[in-house]
Structure formats: C-alpha cells, structure tokens
C-alpha cells in the first residue's frame, strides 16, 4: 500500500460544529503532517508528528487539533471555526531515517466549507 | 521572512517541448529542495529532489537544476506531454546542523503548466 488515504473527501460545517478528518498511511512512515491549502495558493505546514509526539505547531489556532492515536493514523478535530478556514485540508507522510524526513508523500485532501 | 518563490506564474507549452520551471529561494541555508506536481482536485505528487550537496538530479522525463550561488533552482520537463499539465511547486527545507531534519516544508508560489496538444 503506497498511498495515504483522507476521510472524508468533502466536509460542510456550521461555525458551531464538531467534526473531525481523518488521515491514513500504512507504508511504514514514522512521520505524519497537516497542510491547509486555499485556492490558487501553495500548501501551508500547520502540524508535524514525528513518531507519534508532536514536533512542531505552526502557531495554529487551538480551534484545530491534532492527534496522532498510533503510527499510522492522524486526526485533525475541528471545533468553532470560521468561514475563513474553508479550505483544502492535505494530510502527508513520510519516512524517518538517521533524524531526517525524506520526501512527503500526500493524500488528495478534504475539501471543507464552514458556513 | 525568507520565502521560496516562483519567476513565472503560468508556462504554455506544445507538446512534445522542453518545458523549464524556474523557482528562487532566499534561505541560504536550506539544502533539501523537492519539486511537487498538484493536478486538479488532487493533493501534491512527488516528482523529484535534490540535496545541495548536487547540482543536478535525473529521472525519468525530468531534471533538476541547483544553482546555490544565486539560490536558484529549476525543473526541466522533456518532450513534456498533455497529462504533465498541472501546478508545479518546487518545496525546501533545512537539515540543521545537528543532520536533523524536523520535515518543515515550505513551497514556492507555484507555476501553471499547460500543454496543448
């Protein structure tokens, strides 16, 4: 399986909404990443699990939280948000080798709209 | 900041051309480069990349260019086909002294490739 696989593909939410995205990889990689991308822009790193902790938050608001429950799968939970984060959430992986990250390999996204 | 970033926004090519996509990055100390292409509707797919201890990196149909002294780099495309038509962003990230690379990619603006048959 060399894929990394999104849940669901299309999302409408309510600016008071729970709701959560869900990632999946199994090709063995022991890092996992958030990206928000907006149309016609490039993608933008929101969150990085290295080997299921947490290593780096790009100062992004606590209405988004992520969680790494094993290694091969990642949640974004969304809480309150705004119709400024209708956007297209990507999912990535990749392999860890002697500290480094090698390349990302993404997922097609999901494609959400707060109304 | 620093950013990575793009001298053409659009490139229109005939099929069968080389097609070259130029990206300039301003962190002088970034030295993992990596070219993704994003189709319509779909997330970004890995093409190439190249470490800055290289200067230039084949595959199959494609090229990679490294130039640290002007901080540039480029992304060649030969015979280039109607199915290489998508946005094509070039990424960079740093290995910091320690050789440990946390996986903080930052992209470029991104090129529209479009190929008429």
């Known amino acids: 399986d060399t894929e990394v696989t999104q849940t669901p593909k299309h999302l409408v939410m309510g600016m008071t909404n729970k709701k959560s995205l869900k990632c999946e990889q199994h090709m063995g990689h022991r890092a996992m990443y958030w990206y928000k991308q907006k149309a016609k822009k490039p993608p933008e790193l929101m969150f990085v699990y290295s080997y299921e902790k947490l290593s780096i938050n790009e100062s992004v608001p606590s209405r988004f939280s992520p969680e790494c429950p094993n290694s091969s799968l990642l949640n974004l939970h969304l809480h309150a948000l705004q119709p400024e984060d209708s956007a297209l959430y990507l999912c990535?992986?990749?392999?860890?080798?002697?500290?480094?990250?090698?390349?990302?390999?993404f997922g097609p996204g999901t494609r959400l709209t707060v109304l | 900041g620093e950013s990575v970033g793009l001298h053409l926004p659009t490139l229109s090519v005939q099929e069968g051309d080389n097609s070259i996509i130029n990206c300039a990055y301003s962190n002088s100390a970034s030295d993992y480069f990596i070219w993704y292409k994003q189709e319509s509707g779909k997330g970004p797919q890995f093409i190439i990349d190249i470490r800055s201890n290289m200067d230039k990196r084949q595959g199959q149909r494609v090229t990679v260019l490294l130039n640290k002294t002007v901080k540039h780099l480029s992304l060649q495309i030969a015979a280039t086909q109607p199915g290489d038509s998508a946005v094509y962003f070039c990424?960079?990230?740093?290995?910091?002294?320690?050789?440990?690379?946390?996986?903080?990619?930052?992209f470029g603006q991104g090129t529209i490739l479009t190929v008429h048959p």
């Open positions: 990424a960079e990230t740093m290995i910091n002294a320690g050789g440990t690379s946390y996986g903080k990619l930052t």
């Open positions: 990535a992986s990749s392999q860890v080798e002697g500290g480094l990250h090698n390349e990302q390999f």
